[in-house]
């Protein structure tokens, strides 16, 4: 019998301007940017995998953690650091989403990926957290030593949700703000007219640059995103309607779209 090929949880990829997507199981997205004096660590995923240990094998330097959001797929992984930084509106649910038995719902609710990937229910347990959560909102930047990472408030996918710019590159991180879903229907989400203001904020702010997501291949596709707006700036022409029923704004695809609460339209 030869050896059985053990799959990894979590894929490296080198992208352009000394920037690294880390995946984690095929599910979500963390990056990390390096400067001459330290690096950093944008989102850190579920938790499950180590991704201290991962970020130990990129650099020697020390590390500051930077969290888009407080969704468990984010902020869970801040498991493994000493602090994380947050914006304040998120810190309270991510001290929730960092709970071990969260951390187990989520990789429940992702079952086949659990599967696909050789995940262990055991691996949510491995980990109970001290983790300090620090606040940080815009006007901050984290200087990493020949280029650094500024920080900008962009609420909508979640009330303290958070943008970072790398001044080297012109990249844009956004967590799961402008995904190809865009998704504001979750608890704490804000309105349809919060996030557009948030979304045209980010196609400023990135211009040219690179925008990058918390899923899929975590590359932002800029027409796509220009057609949200265009279907936000619909949705708050009409204003709210019904209380609290989840409507699906899309074209004739299944992307993008936008997933919101028609009530929470204003
Ligand atoms: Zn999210
Ligand atoms: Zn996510």
């Keep these: 019998m030869g050896m059985r090929e053990r799959r990894t949880d979590v894929e490296i990829t080198p992208l352009p301007g000394g920037i690294t997507r880390i995946n984690e199981y095929d599910f979500v997205n963390c990056f990390f940017v390096e400067g001459s004096e330290r ?6 995923g579920a938790g499950v995998a180590d991704v201290a240990a991962i970020v130990k094998t990129l650099t020697d330097k020390p590390v500051t953690v930077l969290i888009t959001h407080a969704h468990a797929d984010h902020v869970g992984g801040a498991v493994w650091f000493k602090e994380a930084y947050i914006h304040p509106a998120d810190e309270k649910t991510g001290y929730f989403y960092m709970t071990w038995h969260q951390r187990l719902y989520f990789l429940h609710s992702h079952e086949y ?6 995940v262990s229910y055991g691996a949510a347990f491995q980990r109970n957290y001290r983790t300090k959560l620090k606040p940080i909102t815009e006007g901050d930047a984290i200087d990493l030593g ?3 990472i500024e920080v900008f408030f962009t609420p909508g996918h979640t009330k303290g ?7 080297r590159t012109g990249a844009l991180f956004t967590g799961d703000n402008v995904n190809p879903m865009v998704t504001l229907q979750f608890p704490f989400a804000d309105t349809v007219r919060g996030w557009l203001h948030s979304a045209e904020k980010t ?9 990058y997501g918390g899923h899929g291949d975590g590359v932002i596709n800029r027409a796509d995103l220009e057609t949200t707006v265009g279907w936000a700036k619909e ?3 009409a204003g709210n309607r019904k209380p609290n029923k989840t409507a699906v704004k899309r074209g004739d695809e299944k992307y993008p779209c936008i997933v919101y609460k028609t009530g929470k339209v204003e």
Excluded: E, N, Q, Y
Aim: glycine share 8%; with cysteine.
């Design 161 to 167: 949700g958070l943008s970072f710019r790398d001044t």
């Design 235 to 237: 949705l708050v022409a």
């Design 39 to 44: 690096a950093c660590l944008i989102d850190a």
């Design 203 to 211: 196609l400023a702010l990135a211009g040219d640059a690179p925008i």
């Design 113 to 118: 990926k659990r599967k696909s990937h050789s």
């Design 146 to 148: 020949g280029r650094k």
